[in-house]
């Protein structure tokens, strides 16, 4: 009588288990992509729900992970991070100090990466470096609210690259056109300054500095010119 009788409580509290799994009562559940955006909700309608599910370490809460909503947060947020990623220039504009002259020495690398490139190889290369540039700038602002945010060093890495790429390949000059470059980066001579007062946005952040590339670049092969015809 009594096996009887405690194998029918154990069989209610089975069953009673289960209908709680498929069909979750008024409990307070934690829904969201693996974690990544969770939000409490008073009731949860788990019956038609495919998720899996782990229990919270307070055996009060339960967490729902729902596999589709995981995949389509990470679409949603790839977008903000692939761009904050170039924005930075891997992580160059994170630098504690100077990250303008962090992201000016991956435009270095940039063209080094060039020199065996065709003129109009680079040129295309340069013309979707600066593209994604405006790109990811413009992210970064909109999402940081600042209009020229100090992370973001696409821009220094674009500017020094192209001014670089005028030049003779030589340590010297590759030295001057990089100090050159940094030099009307910072000061903004007019007409450097036009750009970067009257032109807003990602296309403000990278105009400025492909006009101090220009300024840079053309004053240098000036120079070298006139380096050239002397006797």
Not at 29 to 43: D, E, S
Not at 166 to 190: N, S, T
């Amino acid at each position: 009588m009594f096996h009887r009788r405690h194998r029918s409580t154990w069989s209610t509290q089975t069953e009673n288990w289960l209908s709680n799994v498929l069909n979750p009562p008024q409990q307070r559940f934690l829904f969201g992509g693996c974690g990544r955006r969770i939000k409490a909700l008073a009731k949860a309608d788990g019956a038609n729900r495919t998720a899996v599910w782990r229990q919270h370490p307070n055996d009060v809460t339960m967490i729902a992970c729902d596999p589709w909503e995981a995949g389509r947060e990470s679409m949603h947020e790839f977008p903000p991070k692939f761009a904050y990623l170039l924005a930075t220039s891997v992580g160059a504009g994170l630098s504690p100090i100077w990250p303008g002259t962090a992201g000016a020495m991956v435009g270095v690398a940039v063209a080094a990466a060039l020199i065996p490139a065709s003129p109009w190889l680079t040129v295309l290369a340069y013309a979707a470096l600066f593209a994604v540039g405006v790109w990811a700038s413009s992210h970064v602002i909109s999402r940081t609210g600042t209009e020229d945010p100090q992370i973001v060093v696409i821009d220094e890495t674009f500017g020094a690259a192209a001014t670089l790429s005028m030049l003779p390949i030589d340590p010297l000059w590759w030295a001057a056109g990089f100090l050159a470059f940094r030099f009307f980066d910072v000061v903004k001579p007019w007409p450097i300054r036009i750009m970067h007062d009257k032109v807003r946005g990602g296309a403000g952040i990278m105009l400025d500095d492909a006009a101090a590339a220009v300024v840079a670049g053309a004053l240098l092969l000036l120079l070298n010119g006139l380096i050239n015809h002397l006797p």
